[in-house]
């Protein structure tokens, strides 16, 4: 049997690749490439957007805040509670930590160190999300001092802890750095 010469140099190259890997190669290229574009949209469209990114941390320049002075500002869409603590609060505070409390917790553990007198806390009562008064100049601030949620009765020392009502924990404090001595970015 003969094998007819021209017929097979039709079908290959001097390297020994034929015209139909050549065209294997080129279609399954085509379609990873292909693939490739249509994945590409549908994963980038689950990255966060910008303003969700913007809203992920805040800067706050606490250096203005007065002793005895608080701030509201948000924080991811919620308020935000920037109290610095005057001298009398901490001790009052510190007196306190061995208090019996439904949440215990002491104000070193709700402050940074060497930064005592700045507390900050999810303006949020823990009982059902309503936003505590004694954060504006004025406010009831209840009987210990701190934060007074007047919807259901719920009232925080000046730490922030639950000390009577019905909140279940204290004012939440979220994750937050100095960036300097005057400006904190939580989040």
Known sequence: MAINTADTSALSTDDGVRRRDWIHIAALSTAGVG????????????????????????????????????????????PL??????????????KDDAADMRDPATLASRTKEGHEDILITMGVCTHLGCVPLGAAEGENKG????????CHGSHYDVAGRIRKGPAPLNLKVPEYSFSSDTVVRVG
Not at 38 to 51: N, R, V
Not at 81 to 94: D, S
Not at 143 to 150: H, M, N, R, S
Request: glycine share 8%.
């Open 35 to 78: 693939g490739a574009s249509l994945l590409f949209p549908l994963i980038s469209q689950m990255a966060p957007s910008e303003d969700v990114l913007a809203a992920s941390s805040t800067d706050v320049d606490v250096g203005a805040i007065q002793p005895g002075q608080s701030i509201k500002t948000t924080f991811r869409k919620q």
């Open 81 to 94: 509670f920037v109290k610095r603590l005057t001298p009398e609060e901490i001790a009052a505070a510190k």
């Open 143 to 150: 009987e210990f001092g701190g934060y007074f949620c007047p």
